[in-house]
């Protein structure tokens, strides 16, 4: 098994750059096609439906009809928006989504056309920061499209997307730190090699978790999916977005979706390694095939983005808030500390290697468990609302809050602990009094 190191990039030709380049562009946008169908399909099973079944073969080129439907629809652009910042927006979502897989490893050196080369376009000593700083910059085409539309619903969306990414994003750097300290290195060629005898889900589990949970978040899918929440925002940031302006904002959501999986894939499931039993033949880590255990690996996650979609509701945003800033970062810094306490003070000699990995296994169990636990008691209604009892009355030794649901002139739905004002009854009207014959005839 040959893994490159920083020394076997900068020596490719021109051409087999531009080959390169080439190749991962058609992997990101022959994904979202494909990822799309795969989703409507899994979750019209999951429901018991049929699912796109029309156009093409079962419905296989249903992805690419409704691409060119976007395409032919008229591009529509509201009055009131500021049109170079609206027409930018979309291109700002996409294009930080492509340029992060540059140093993505799909596989190790193999030779093309009598040039050794690795399966990777680049890569940098701060190779995972780069990632991490290049999808930073995508959200500013979601909070630019919000602001740009000159209306309020798009621009509520466009600033719970910043809370959100801002939120998600330092527990998704906090797992890249458990990662760096275990392999000592910031180059993603690096640490796939690292991975070579343990994959990192294995010794770093809490730090697998909470990426997994972030990279939801991150990437505004369900249950996470608040930025574009139909209830109450319409369409969110992209509701003044049509043809294929709104198509872009769409294959950037899958693009993320298919860089934060592959990322998950290189940091903790040992990148393009293939997958035991068969890592134990020699051919499975060489050549041309660990493409496959990577797409493969790849898909896993994307699945359970499906999956996720079609079995949760969304949270609400206090819960989705408390989750990033109560559970998820001081958890991260914790487990950074007990990696970092662990690695100092056990020796790093080969025959230490073992035991090192036997402790983060078992504090990584002690710490997903406290994840789960957190989670769990964090989902849970209120007590006030548990204790409750069925009338809607308050508990015992509970006192009400008062709370008025017309005060700002809109009636709006209470917040744990508070509770409605009991109904007012509704008054039958009084009975009319009997007239005096005399009276309406002296009267008239």
Do not use: C
Request: proline fraction near 9%; avoid cysteine.
């Amino acid at each position: 098994m040959s893994f490159p190191t920083l020394a076997d990039f900068g020596h490719d030709p021109w051409w087999l750059i531009l080959i390169k380049a080439v190749a991962v562009f058609a992997f990101l946008v022959a994904n979202p096609l494909a990822a799309i169908l795969i989703e409507r399909k899994i979750m019209a099973r999951m429901q018991t439906r049929i699912g796109p079944n029309r156009v093409g073969p079962h419905g296989l080129l249903q992805s690419l009809a409704d691409g060119v439907k976007l395409a032919l629809k008229e591009g529509i652009i509201p009055s009131g928006v500021d049109k170079p910042i609206y027409l930018l927006a979309p291109i700002i979502a996409v294009v930080p989504a492509i340029m992060a897989f540059a140093v993505i490893p799909f596989g190790p050196m193999v030779s093309v056309f009598g040039h050794q080369t690795p399966l990777q376009l680049t890569d940098l000593p701060v190779g995972v920061l780069y990632v991490l700083a290049i999808t930073s910059v995508g959200v500013y085409g979601i909070v630019l499209a919000g602001w740009s539309s000159g209306s309020t619903y798009p621009l509520l969306g466009g600033l719970r997307s910043t809370a959100q990414v801002i939120s998600y994003e330092i527990a998704m750097g906090l797992t890249f730190a458990a990662v760096f300290l275990d392999a000592t290195t910031m180059s993603t060629s690096g640490i796939v090699a690292a991975q070579e005898h343990h994959w990192y889900v294995l010794l770093l589990l809490p730090s697998f978790v909470i990426y997994a949970i972030s990279m939801v978040g991150e990437t505004n899918r369900a249950p996470f999916d608040l930025p574009e929440a139909e209830g109450e925002l319409v369409g969110g940031f992209h509701t003044e977005y049509s043809s294929l302006k709104f198509a872009m904002f769409m294959l950037a959501e899958y693009i993320n979706m298919v860089t934060v999986s592959a990322l998950a894939t290189t940091l903790f499931l040992g990148g393009w390694q293939a997958p035991w039993p068969v890592s134990m033949f020699d051919w499975a880590n060489s050549g041309w095939w660990p493409i496959l255990w990577f797409t493969v690996k790849v898909w896993v996650f994307l699945f359970v983005f499906i999956w996720l979609r079609t079995s949760l509701p969304r949270l609400r945003y206090d819960q989705f808030m408390n989750l990033g800033w109560k559970v998820l970062i001081p958890i991260s810094l914790t487990w950074v500390m007990v990696v970092a306490v662990i690695r100092a003070a056990i020796g790093s000699s080969s025959d230490d290697e073992l035991v090192r990995s036997l402790v983060s296994a078992g504090a990584g169990l002690v710490v997903t468990a406290l994840i789960g636990y957190a989670i769990w008691r964090l989902m849970k209604l209120p007590a006030a609302h548990r204790d409750r009892p069925a009338g809607g009355g308050p508990a015992d030794g509970e006192r009400e809050e008062p709370f008025d649901p017309m005060a700002g002139g809109f009636p709006v739905p209470p917040m744990p602990g508070q509770v409605l004002p009991p109904p007012v009854p509704a008054q039958s009207p009084s009975p009319r009094p009997p007239s005096d014959p005399a009276k309406e005839t002296t009267d008239a």
